[in-house]
């Protein structure tokens, strides 16, 4: 299964499916870390947290 950011940067899916993946994730009784199931990074996951989903946004972005 891909994940959250490997189906973004494919262009499969909106930015906005994060909030799904992540009410999935927080649903589920996966083991990984949210920012693993969502398939982020280490940088990802900080822009995320420390700074607001429009950073994170922008990082991918970046690599599609």
Do not use: C, H, P
Not at 12 to 18: D, K, L, R
Not at 39 to 61: F, H, K, P, T, Y
Request: glycine content about 6%; aromatic content about 12%.
């Amino acid at each position: 299964m891909k994940s959250f950011k490997e189906l973004y940067l494919a262009g499969e899916i909106e930015f906005e499916a994060i909030d799904d993946y992540s009410y999935e994730w927080g649903m589920g009784d996966d083991e990984r870390t949210l920012a693993q199931y969502l398939g982020l990074n280490a940088e990802e996951e900080d822009a995320w947290v420390s700074e607001s989903e429009d950073a994170l946004r922008a990082l991918l972005d970046e690599q599609k």
